[in-house]
């Protein structure tokens, strides 16, 4: 009953509209042809009822033309650009407007004015006035359009910056202080709010977890699925040791979730524990962290499993790897390994892994993390980066030489 009272209620509003327009617009070309012809007050009359027939007409033409041929030879897209589709949109209306226009003054010809339409000088007159109205109508109505858009354009871009306001004040800026361990974070989003996520969350006395993601997508759907993911990893944190039954619970959340979205998300889970010194890590399908040796070595962790939000009762695997003095772990999303510069190259993960490797050992987190962000930009050579950049350090301090005692 309310769809039907909507529709009621627009169908309405299209007949008010053809009712006053016309005769509004009618008053303008009535001043227009009757000073242009000069016959006094009777000649405004004459051009008053002529205008009013041609706009009446025109306006039905198009009427028609927009709710019945334009739909279904143009159906609605998202495209906002001004390409050959709109092109032919334009022409679509410019020649139903003219054709409009010989409509009525076939009208007038047998109505209003006998011998409107009497020679053919009057035929090209007609025609000429008919094309130019045609595209000063189609300019006025692209310039209100291309208006509107702008103005869309303009709130949806409000929009987004107010998001990733409110999406950076859930991602920690101040990190805990850990007895022998540095961690530090950073997010640097695209355009668009973010679809990575980071987090450190207290997992017991002596136990943290670190977290990082990557969501498909971009845009809100994707910031969405980043809050949800963070809240279930903070929910999950107290209740078990396993980071593996972590991200599996957080995996069947996902798949309950998002499964009309098609949404999906690469996570990394680790949990560090202070005493012995060790992390426990699942990998459900995120870029492979590495562990770099105080010796040199590296180690990749890969241990886990599939994205989460795809299966929902995979069974995801764990693994411990005990951590060392100068040790340091480095966990990053696509957006730095994909970042590609104007050639179409590709940062890449080895060219990290080199960089990381060649940083000083006694290097704080935080500096480690700007200089690896740096170097991506020098790469890039002011390329705009086309994905978001998340990267997550970690690192064992040296322990102090015990004082001798005297």
Excluded at 117 to 139: C, D, E, T, Y
Excluded at 201 to 218: C, E, H, M, T, Y
Excluded at 226 to 237: D, I, P
Excluded at 335 to 342: D, F, I, R, T, W
């Amino acid at each position: 009953m309310a769809l039907r009272d909507k529709r009621e209620k627009t169908f309405l509003q299209i007949v008010i509209g053809l009712l006053w327009q016309p005769a509004l617009y009618a008053i303008v070309a009535a001043v227009f042809f009757g000073t242009l012809f000069g016959r006094g007050l009777s000649g405004y009359v004459l051009a008053y009822q002529i205008s009013l027939v041609f706009s009446y007409t025109i306006a039905i033409t198009m009427s028609v033309v927009s709710r019945v041929l334009a739909p279904r030879w143009f159906p609605p897209t998202e495209e906002t650009r001004f390409n050959a589709r709109s092109v032919r949109e334009g022409l679509l209306y410019m020649s139903s407007s003219i054709a409009g226009s010989f409509l009525a003054a076939a009208v007038v010809h047998f109505t209003v004015l006998p011998g409107f339409l009497g020679s053919p000088r009057q035929f090209l007159v007609i025609a000429m006035f008919a094309l130019l109205f045609s595209l000063l109508s189609m300019a006025v109505v692209y310039a209100f359009v291309f208006y509107q858009k702008s103005l869309d354009k303009a709130r949806s871009e409000e929009e987004l910056k107010l998001a990733r306001r409110i999406q950076r004040s859930f991602l920690l800026s101040d990190f805990p202080e850990l007895p022998g361990l540095e961690v530090h974070a950073t997010n640097l989003s695209s355009r668009q709010v973010s679809g990575d996520f980071y987090d450190v969350v207290p997992a017991g006395p002596n136990a943290w977890l670190v977290a990082i993601a990557d969501v498909s997508g971009k845009g809100v759907p994707a910031a969405l699925l980043t809050s949800m993911l963070q809240a279930s990893l903070r929910t999950q944190a107290g209740g078990t040791s396993s980071v593996a039954e972590i991200i599996s619970a957080i995996n069947r959340v996902v798949c309950q979730s998002a499964s009309s979205s098609g949404k999906f998300a690469t996570f990394f889970l680790a949990r560090v524990d202070l005493e012995p010194l060790r992390l426990t890590y699942c990998n459900a399908g995120h870029n492979f962290p590495v562990l770099f040796r105080r010796d040199g070595a590296l180690q990749s962790l890969e241990t886990g499993g599939t994205v989460v939000g795809m299966i929902e009762d995979f069974l995801y695997q764990q693994e411990t790897v005990e951590l060392g003095p100068g040790d340091r772990v480095v966990m990053f999303t696509d957006g730095v390994s994909e970042a590609e510069n104007a050639a179409g190259e590709m940062y890449g993960e080895e060219r990290l892994h080199a960089f990381a490797a060649a940083q000083p050992r006694e290097l704080a987190v935080r500096e480690l993390s700007d200089r690896i962000l740096a170097d991506v930009r020098a790469f890039l050579d002011g390329t705009e980066a086309g994905d978001d950049i998340t990267l997550v350090t970690l690192r064992v301090l040296e322990r102090e030489p015990a004082t001798p005692v005297a």
